[in-house]
């Protein structure tokens, strides 16, 4: 696996708008470097993300893109 400082800016210039690190304990975290409505937060988007690893991530982050797109949709 690469370099975390390289993960880290793949993974932000996939995401935008979302700011990626790493715990001391090695979890990974993400969070929105913008604000969601409470709609939002009601509806499932969150603030920030929490997984084990680099893949678990992704798949959180997918899951909030796919929020993120449908609601642009309506």
């Given at each position: 696996?690469?370099?975390?400082?390289?993960?880290?800016a793949?993974?932000?210039?996939?995401y935008p708008g979302w700011?990626?690190?790493r715990s001391d304990?090695?979890?990974w975290y993400a969070t929105r470097s913008?604000?969601?409505?409470?709609?939002?937060l009601q509806a499932g988007f969150a603030?920030?993300?929490a997984a084990d690893d680099e893949?678990?991530?992704r798949e959180l982050l997918i899951d909030q893109a796919r929020k993120d797109t449908e609601?642009?949709?309506g």
């Open positions: 696996m690469g370099d975390f400082e390289d993960l880290k793949i993974i932000e210039a996939e700011l990626v690190w304990a090695g979890r913008g604000d969601l409505t409470d709609a939002q603030m920030t993300l893949p678990g991530l609601e642009r949709e």
